[in-house]
């Protein structure tokens, strides 16, 4: 079913204050009043995880090029089982879209995601990141009840310091959505990765001043680490 600009607005409007709103919606298509979609936009990636045969009972650790270009991710979580689905360019409602292939095949104990990045810079509100966030919980719920999410804050950057106060709005609506349900936990993976004064660090990037380098990754591995472990250690 397909939503006018009006009744979508309503519709968020009513998740937000309900929690219910968007249930009522299909949630694979209410966002696409925000988002750029196109069949064949993760087509390659979608076939390669597809093909991947993995074990029941891992973490997925899904998002956009953040995600995928830790490399030491597995060393990093060790001795945690994680399902790599990090995909560039990807935003909240990709992952939504192709929920069943990055998450639902895998039939996880935990999700680790990051996305919100490129929603926003694409345009997206940080309610409409919370939103989204929010529909794959529930279309992740509906299927698998007991998966418990972690969900990264999104990361400043050089690159996007504009942007830098709309996603701590976001990041603040994050923690607010975790903190109303035992199944989900909101990881501040941003504050080291600014200064004492508050200003962005430039020594964790790589030159596109976007993506991060090794002392970057170092600052996720530190405030992902112990959290992942101190909750997913007795499930391994």
């Known amino acids: 079913m397909k939503y006018n600009a009006i009744q979508l607005s309503l519709l968020l409007l009513l998740s937000f204050f309900t ?7 299909d949630e694979r298509t209410a966002f696409t009043q925000f988002y750029d979609r ?3 936009k993760y087509a390659g990636d979608m076939r390669r995880f597809d093909q991947e045969v993995q074990a029941p009972g891992g973490i997925v650790a899904v998002g956009s090029s953040s995600m995928r270009m830790w490399g030491s991710i597995q060393r990093d979580l060790a001795p945690l089982t994680i399902i790599r689905r990090g995909f560039g360019g990807s935003t909240f409602d990709d992952v939504l879209y192709s929920v069943d292939t990055l998450i639902l095949k895998s039939r996880p104990r935990a999700v680790l995601i990051y996305e919100g990045d490129n929603d926003l810079a694409h345009g997206a509100s940080p309610q409409v990141v919370a939103d989204c966030f929010q529909a794959i919980v529930r279309e992740v719920h509906a299927d698998q009840s007991e998966v418990r999410f ?13 942007l830098w106060g709309r996603m701590q709005e976001a990041n603040e609506l994050l923690k607010g959505i975790c903190e109303s349900n035992p199944l989900l936990t909101y990881i501040d993976s941003s504050s080291g990765m600014l200064n004492l004064d508050g200003t962005i660090r430039p020594d964790i990037f790589k030159r596109d001043n976007l993506h991060m380098n090794d002392r970057g990754y170092a600052v996720w591995a530190e405030t992902v680490a112990p959290v992942l472990k101190s909750s997913e250690l007795a499930y391994e």
């Open 38 to 40: 196109s069949p064949t």
């Open 150 to 162: 972690y969900v990264m804050a999104i990361k400043p950057s050089l690159a996007r310091k504009n």
């Open 19 to 25: 929690g219910t709103g968007l249930q009522a919606a």
